[in-house]
């Protein structure tokens, strides 16, 4: 019995359709989002200059990164710079059998604590060059705020991904991401170092994960 013959699929010429390609538009947002990390870091609130719930936030990270302890007694100071002498002095602080401890939520110090160590780091390797720089203590604290803007900018792109995730469009996805990051307390959040960046950063990725896929 003959067997028909198949026709050659190889000869045959297929209209180009392009393959869906989200790589581009990833590209974009994580450049979008880098951008927003520097106005962040720029636009940032300086430690020393803040309200006394951030400086007893970022005594935590300095003080686990010096000492290696809780206690920070050594890093936490009065709006006037003074060190603590007085409990009163210092409302965002416990004071337990002679030592200060902060009361702020231990995500940021925690974020942040790479980047105190490499502060340090580098600030005195900047010290050995110029004795009389206060980059020992500038550097750590520089670094400590770009924690907090690069968690801004981790929030604008969960977002993203998120609308992505629900079917929205590359430019709406964009639009959302774009908008947490420029108009809402994000801004402000990222700005300083505080918890609420990290908090926010956490329940965006909770809700990116809870998202059917």
Known sequence: MARTPQPDVSAQTFPAYPLPDHKPGWRLMLGLALGLALLYFVTALPIAKSDAATRSAYALTATLAADHTSQIDNFARTASGTFLTNPAD????????????TDAAPGASLLALPFQQFGRVIGNLS???????????????ALSLLAMALAGAGVVLVVYAS???????????RYAALTVGLASLLWREAGRFAPPVVSLLLLTAALYLALPP
């Open 163 to 173: 609308a992505l995730r629900i079917g929205a469009t590359e430019i709406s996805s």
């Open 90 to 101: 210092f409302p965002n602080a416990a004071y337990y059998q002679g030592h200060f401890y």
């Open 127 to 141: 010290a050995s060059f110029s004795p009389t720089s206060n980059a020992p203590l500038d550097a750590p604290a």
